[in-house]
């Protein structure tokens, strides 16, 4: 078992991280938060320390998960690396290219992993569109819709706190980006459009198109909506290519899951049921088309750390590579650049 220090013992930690560790093969030996008795009531056997900096002292832990808030990011990355550790931290990786190259050259002198968490390479949703990119099934991809929609209204009946600390573009706008990118590189330009809906100090509606001029997604044009103002938020994906086009509505189910309980070791873990599967529509000999339900393959977040504990072991490369995710980072601040100048911007 790879040993954990967990930087944050909030909801982030607690849905999205702690419940992936045993199948994958970690422990978690070490908390930094203010709250140890919240820790202990949980984790008993888990060291507290006050502060970041005396877990990342803690000859124990082998790996530091790092689950504060964004700002924080790039500061606890380095400070992790100095101390020799692994790292790992929650989307995005920092904000800005500068933040990801220091990470980088402090990574090369120490000799460690720094990555981090893109969870959502394993949702089922993408692993499905995916392999059906990729074995040809819809062809050339001419255009390619996602959406990653809340409705989480600041106004009486909901409250969106996430949204007030965390701009829409490094928070799920993260997630889009880098699955774009995992799919077809980095784009030739972008033109985004940040938005304050409800008027605070972060924007809480994105949307950025992404073109691609040369090679062999010439043509192709990406849109990608996020926010949390979107009563009616079923769509997800639409994803046309030369031979098909997929159809997808509403989120993985894995958030949903593990904030009730259900584990990745449990049978159901990571199954949509058969009524949101994705429609695939395909483009037969005759030029006619075909509709037909496509079974979702299972979505497996565990993944991301089963492979991040391999290569802890071994010395080998990390699923997300620090590189990779100092071009989402890049990508991301052009469509930031983009939006504040109204004008497309080249990468």
């Not at 959502?120 to 819809?138: E, V």
């Not at 009524?275 to 993944?303: K, Y």
Request: charged share 25%.
């Amino acid at each position: 078992m790879v040993r954990v220090g967990m930087v944050g013992f909030g909801e982030p930690s607690k849905v999205f991280h702690l419940p992936l560790f045993k199948k994958a093969g970690l422990s978690l030996a070490a908390v930094a938060s203010s709250r140890p008795d919240a820790v202990k009531a949980e984790y008993p056997s888990a060291t507290v320390h006050p502060t970041p900096a005396a877990l990342f002292a803690d000859p124990s832990v082998e790996l530091v998960v790092i689950a504060s808030p964004s700002y924080t990011h790039a500061d606890l990355v380095l400070q992790a690396i100095e101390a020799g550790k692994n790292v790992i931290t929650d989307k995005p990786f920092c904000h800005t290219v500068a933040q990801a190259d220091a990470i980088i050259a402090a990574r090369d002198k120490a000799g460690v992993i720094a990555t981090v968490f893109q969870n959502r390479r394993w949702d089922s949703d993408f692993l499905t569109f995916s392999k059906l990119i990729n074995d040809g099934t819809l062809g050339r991809i001419q255009s390619y819709r996602g959406h990653f929609e809340f409705f989480a209204p600041t106004t009486p009946g909901g409250d969106a706190p996430n949204r007030r600390t965390e701009p829409t573009q490094y928070g799920l706008g993260t997630h889009q980006v880098d699955q774009v990118y995992v799919l077809f590189g980095k784009p030739d330009w972008v033109f985004g459009d940040l938005q304050r809906i409800e008027g605070g100090e972060n924007p809480d509606r994105m949307r950025a198109i992404l073109g691609y001029e040369a090679g062999p997604h010439e043509g192709l044009r990406v849109e990608l909506f996020a926010g949390f103002t979107v009563p009616d938020n079923r769509a997800r994906y639409a994803i046309h290519g030369t031979k098909g086009s997929y159809i997808k509505s509403f989120m993985d189910c894995q958030e949903g899951q593990l904030a009730s309980g259900i584990v990745p070791d449990d049978p159901a873990y990571g199954r949509e049921p058969e009524e949101r599967w994705a429609e695939l529509t395909r483009v037969l000999e005759d030029g006619s088309t075909r509709r037909e339900t496509v079974p979702s393959v299972p979505g497996d977040w565990s993944q991301i750390y089963s492979l991040l504990a391999e290569a802890v072991r071994t010395g080998g490369a990390p699923p997300v590579s620090a590189e990779e995710a100092r071009d989402v980072i890049a990508i991301i601040n052009a469509i930031e650049r983009s939006s504040q100048e109204g004008r497309r911007v080249a990468l």
